[in-house]
């Protein structure tokens, strides 16, 4: 038993040396978070929202003042082109239309009288009879009394004009989608014409207007497959086609947008006017291609990030702006397909060049530079995190 002893000794000593260059070690010790290199589809996609409204939407309107007498129509009414929607008073227009005929059978009889005339004075001045003068008089009351016929037929037409606006028709095929007046209201059509409908001509086709950031505008084109979902569905998603790049642009606050415009099928009549669209343009889709995650890209070691901000001979930053002699720094904002990533190498970060192309916001295409399979670096983890032990009281890991 006690040729044992020393031996013991011996492995508890050695126990107690490891335990204590562990501790000592641990601080300072890094480990890294990796993520695999993968093969997968990917879909780069412009976001946006917009509005869903219909194709054709006709506002009927009144071209003259009065009281609605009659409504033909309502909400979700199913109306034809010439179809009687809305009826005002005639009883006004028509008394106009009845002093307006008075007037045109007034002058009317005045041209009469002026022409007898004329022909009497004509006759006496051949017969040296009549004067020049009267002669000239006559055919002058003649010729006014023409243009009073004219400007009384004027007014009657104008007075039928009227009457006939008071009876308002459908322009187009389709459904009321608002009506804003009722039976007795009376509109005023002084300034411009009241909106007594709204018809869509076809709610089976609507369009999604979507304001589309000026950053990401030039990416859209005609043709383009979009997704769109709407609060009423919140679990399907739908589906239309880009038909409209609009060059005006709308500015609101400093941001300027575009208005694209979606056609979408709705033979379902599941889309109404009016619902807000959560618009997703497909710019381009991949099939099987290999991809890493973003964070990977973004990573860069402590010594990688001190060395790429040189401090300047005065030991202030790195100068900027006019005349600081310098060039201007390119780093994230410089959009390029080379990228450079970070492999574990003996334990420390290796940079590798890689190749990208398009992104989905979470993963990367990568083209060239690693394989699948490979591992990147996504985000080092120090302090207890790296040695595999944590503080119940911190609340997770510590990240620099």
């Known amino acids: 038993m006690k040729r044992f002893l020393p031996v013991g000794a011996v492995i508890v000593a050695l126990l107690i040396v490891l335990f204590v260059v562990r501790r000592c070690t641990s601080g300072g010790a890094s480990a890294y978070q990796t993520a695999i290199v993968t093969r997968g589809p990917i879909t780069q996609m412009v976001t946006a929202t917009g509005t869903l409204n219909p194709v054709t939407n006709v506002q009927v309107g009144s071209q003259v003042s009065g009281n609605i007498q009659k409504l033909f129509a309502d909400f979700n009414s199913q109306v034809k082109a010439g179809q009687v929607v809305a009826q005002i008073d005639p009883v006004l227009f028509q008394a106009t239309v009845t002093q307006a005929e008075g007037d045109l059978a007034n002058s009317q009889a005045a041209l ?55 009876t308002i028709t459908s322009p187009v095929d389709g459904v009321v989608i608002s009506r804003s007046v009722d039976v007795g209201q009376t509109v005023a059509a002084s300034l411009q014409a009241p909106v007594i409908f709204q018809i869509a001509n076809d709610l089976t086709k609507m369009q999604i207007d979507s304001n589309v950031a000026e950053a990401d505008v030039g990416a859209v084109e005609v043709g383009q497959n979009v997704d769109f979902t709407v ?21 609101v606050q400093n941001v300027v947008t575009y ?60 100068r900027s702006g006019p005349g600081s002699g310098g060039q201007r720094p390119t780093g994230a904002r410089q959009r390029t397909p080379e990228r450079t990533v970070y492999v574990l190498s003996y334990g420390r970060p290796k940079p590798i060049q890689i190749k990208t192309g398009i992104s989905d916001g979470i993963v990367t295409e990568v083209t060239d530079g690693v394989k699948e399979g490979d591992r990147v670096i996504t985000a080092e983890l120090t302090g207890p995190a790296a040695s595999g032990s944590t503080n119940p009281f911190s609340g997770g890991r510590r990240f620099p």
């Open 259 to 318: 208005d694209t415009v979606i056609g979408v099928d709705n033979k379902e009549l599941k889309l109404k006017p009016g619902m807000t669209a959560n618009v997703s343009v497909i710019i381009a889709h991949k099939d099987n291609v290999l991809q890493l995650k973003n964070a990977a890209l973004r990573f860069r070691p402590p010594e990688a990030a001190s060395e790429a901000r040189p401090a300047s001979p005065q030991g202030g930053g790195p």
């Open 112 to 166: 009469e009288l002026a022409k007898v005339n004329a022909v009497r004075i004509q006759k006496l001045f051949t017969e040296k009879n009549s004067s020049q003068q009267d002669l000239d008089q006559a055919n002058a009351n003649l010729h006014q009394a023409e243009a009073n016929v004219k400007i009384k037929q004027g007014a009657l037409d104008k007075a039928k004009a009227d009457l006939d606006h008071c």
């Open 231 to 251: 609060d009423a569905f919140p679990t399907r998603t739908f589906h239309g086609k880009v038909v409209q790049v609009r060059n005006a642009p709308i500015t």
